[in-house]
Structure formats: structure tokens, C-alpha cells
Nanobody, 119 residues
Framework: QVQLVESGGGLVQAGGSLRLSCAASGRSFSVYVMAWFRQAPGNEREFVAGLSPSDVSTVQGRFTMSRDNAKNTVYLQMNSLKPEDTAVYYC?????????????????WGQGTQVTVSS
């Protein structure tokens, strides 16, 4: 069992930055694939970025995801934010080695943190 708690969301102006954190507790964090998803009102939940247990960071356009296995935490650094980035951002975990993009593949989810980008 893994518990995930996101933090760091908020209101930011377009062009600004935010860093989200996801703290994990429970079973060994280092053997889980970790991912960030987001869901805007009326939209399906979509994949943002993911890391296998052996990855340290990945860059997806304006977003950088990183993990610190010593702290059982993953981060999502979001730069040059746009109003269309407004969504609830979720941290997710799955046991294994492959980063998958479908939300149905992930077993554990955080409660989500709201990110609102004003124009």
C-alpha cells in the first residue's frame, strides 16, 4: 500500500512557475513508477510526465519531473505556465518498471492539488 499526498498548487499568473510535490509513504518508494496526471473541468485525466524507478528526471516541454528516492518524493516543476494548464494535478504510482500513459494502469493516487493560471 502506498499513500500519496500532493502539495504546491495555487494561483499563478500566466508566464509564472510552480513546483508541485508528492510525498509517498508506505511500501518501498523506489520500486514504483511515479507519474503526474492532470484533469481540467470537462476533460479526461491526461498524462503529464512519468519516471521509472531508475530515472531521476524527465523534461516534458515546459515541465520537469524529478524524484528523490531518499525523501520518497517526486516533484513537478512547471514553468511558463499558460491558462490552459489550469487543472487538478494528481500524483500516481504503479508497481513496476514501465512508464505508462493510461491512468487506468496506475494503482495509487493522491487527492490532487489545484493549479489555476490566470491570464
Amino acid at each position: 500500500q502506498v499513500q500519496l499526498v500532493e502539495s504546491g498548487g495555487g494561483l499563478v499568473q500566466a508566464g509564472g512557475s510552480l513546483r508541485l510535490s508528492c510525498a509517498a509513504s508506505g511500501r518501498s518508494f523506489s520500486v514504483y513508477v511515479m507519474a503526474w496526471f492532470r484533469q481540467a473541468p470537462g476533460n479526461e485525466r491526461e498524462f503529464v510526465a512519468g519516471l521509472s524507478p531508475s530515472d531521476v528526471s524527465t523534461v516534458q516541454g515546459r515541465f520537469t519531473m524529478s524524484r528523490d528516492n531518499a525523501k520518497n518524493t517526486v516533484y513537478l516543476q512547471m514553468n511558463s505556465l499558460k491558462p490552459e494548464d489550469t487543472a487538478v494535478y494528481y500524483c500516481a504510482a504503479r508497481y513496476g518498471w514501465s512508464v505508462l500513459r493510461m491512468n487506468s494502469e496506475y494503482t495509487y493516487w493522491g487527492q490532487g492539488t489545484q493549479v489555476t493560471v490566470s491570464s
